[in-house]
Each structure stands twice: as C-alpha cells, then as structure tokens.
C-alpha cells in the first residue's frame, strides 16, 4: 500500500513541477503564437464569409447580369 503511494507521488510530483514551469512564455512560445495568429487571420481571410469570397461573389454576381 505504502509503495503504490509512493510510485503515485513520484509520478505526479514532475508533472506538477512542469506545470508550475510554464508559467513565463519564452521567445518560442512567443513567436509560435505570432504564427498561430497569422495564420489564424489567413485562414478567417478565406472563410465562407470572407472578405475574399463576398468579392468572388460580387464578380460572379456582374458576370450573370
């Protein structure tokens, strides 16, 4: 009993320590969320309700009149 305990608590005493570790962003996390959001503004660019596909519609629209 006492050692399945201790295997518990050796086990979760690191992943609680590298918890508390990422509480600062370092540059790399930092510029991966620069690249998360730039993508991010790519992707709602080309969306649907895009600004990009209204003016695709706009220009279908001109063609069929």
Do not use: H, T, W
Not at 30 to 45: I, P, T
């Amino acid at each position: 009993m006492l050692r399945k305990s201790m295997i518990g608590i050796a086990l979760v005493l690191p992943l609680m320590g590298g918890l508390a570790a990422c509480d600062d962003p370092g540059p790399a996390e930092q510029a991966g969320e620069a690249l998360d959001d730039a993508a991010e503004s790519v992707k709602d660019a080309f969306e649907e309700d895009g600004p990009a596909e209204e003016a695709g519609e706009d220009i279908d629209d001109a063609f069929d009149r």
